[in-house]
């Protein structure tokens, strides 16, 4: 069984900064993708930024705010957020596409972590 597993979430005051860390754990084949998504009541969960061997993708509005980082040998990924607005109040989410050395031949497939709060407030 492979987890993610998240903390850094919390409260903040708007312009503050927080770091958030995911931790896959678990028999690990491949993992393509490691990344971040948010999202809040009512609306869809959202891309907030990613990172594969090649390229780091952000969301437009993290652009510039947010610092995306992975450390391969640990299979562990990071997200910098700087100058939080109330906006980015949400449930943040780890994910990966990945496969389990128990299930390699199917491929990757999408994990998803619990979650982690991060409000923003004044």
């Known amino acids: 069984q492979v987890q993610l597993v998240e903390s850094g979430g919390g409260l903040v005051q708007p312009g503050g900064s927080l770091r958030l860390s995911c931790a896959a754990n678990?028999?690990?084949?491949?993992?393509?993708?490691m990344g971040w998504y948010r999202q809040v009541p009512g609306k869809q969960r959202e891309l907030v930024a990613d990172?594969?061997?090649?390229?780091?993708k952000y969301a437009d509005g993290l652009k510039g705010r947010a610092t995306i980082a992975r450390d391969y040998a640990k299979n562990t990924v990071t997200l910098q957020m700087n100058t939080l607005e109330p906006e980015d109040t949400a449930v943040y989410f780890c994910?990966?596409?990945?496969?389990?050395?128990?299930?390699?031949?199917?491929?990757?497939?999408?994990?998803w972590g619990q979650g982690t709060q991060v409000t923003v407030f004044s």
């Open positions: 678990g028999m690990i084949f491949s993992m393509s993708i």
């Open positions: 994910y990966a596409k990945l496969a389990a050395w128990a299930a390699w031949e199917g491929g990757e497939s999408d994990y």
């Open positions: 990172i594969t061997r090649d390229r780091a």
